[in-house]
Each structure stands twice: as structure tokens, then as C-alpha cells.
Nanobody, 124 residues
Framework: QLQLVESGGGSVQFGGNLRLSCSAS????????VAWFRQAPGKEREGVSA??????????VYGDSVKGRFTISRNNAKNIVYLQMNNLEPEDTAVYYC???????????????WGKGTLVTVSA
């Protein structure tokens, strides 16, 4: 059964760093588009970053609000996709979701497979 599991969320202060991990079972993440989305309280879910599959060149895209602060990467041997989040701001507080799809990549919510999310809280 295909499953995505996020980990690494937690509480940090303004300017702190966190690294989220998305691990998969039943799907090779190097053969899929993988993305991070987030949903803050009272707001719609938004795309944070995405990486295409290896055959697609592992292209990367970031949402405007996280450019220069967040970095997506993939460890193919461990079948994990990471989201390194630096210089966190209170506005980054949200539940962060991992999504994957063998046939799509990008920041639209068109992925077939989703994790259950991990909470990131940034205090001022």
C-alpha cells in the first residue's frame, strides 16, 4: 500500500530552522514528482516547493514566499524527500503536507498521493 509519511515538524522561534522529511513506501520518489504544501489556520493550502522525477531532470520550483529560505532535496537511496526550512517566520506556521505523483510535478494540487501532514509552529 502506497504511503507517504511526513516528519520533522515542531515548534521553533523566529529565525530558527527545521528540516522536514517525506518518506514513502510503495513508491519510488525518484520516479515521481514530489511536492510540499502547507495550510495555515483559516487559509487555503498552498504549494511550497516541488521537485520533478529524475528522468525529468529533478527540476525544482519554489513558492514566492519561501524562495531563498527553503530548499527541497531528495535522497534516492533512502527514498526520502527533504524540505530544509531556514530563517523561519511566524507566517510559516502551518501543517506541511508531502504529495507525490508519478505523472505530475509542480505547485498545483494535482497529486494523487498525500501524507497526513506535520505541524510547524514558529513563534515571534
Amino acid at each position: 500500500q502506497l504511503q507517504l509519511v511526513e516528519s520533522g515538524g515542531g515548534s521553533v522561534q523566529f529565525g530558527g530552522n527545521l528540516r522536514l522529511s517525506c518518506s514513502a513506501s510503495g513508491l519510488a520518489l525518484d520516479d515521481a514528482g514530489v511536492a510540499w504544501f502547507r495550510q495555515a489556520p483559516g487559509k487555503e493550502r498552498e504549494g511550497v516547493s516541488a521537485i520533478s522525477d529524475v528522468r525529468g531532470g529533478s527540476r525544482i520550483v519554489y513558492g514566492d514566499s519561501v524562495k531563498g529560505r527553503f530548499t527541497i532535496s531528495r535522497n534516492n537511496a533512502k527514498n526520502i524527500v527533504y524540505l530544509q526550512m531556514n530563517n523561519l517566520e511566524p507566517e510559516d506556521t502551518a501543517v506541511y503536507y508531502c504529495a507525490a505523483d508519478p505523472n505530475y510535478w509542480g505547485l498545483n494540487q494535482l497529486y494523487d498521493y498525500w501524507g497526513k501532514g506535520t505541524l510547524v509552529t514558529v513563534s515571534a
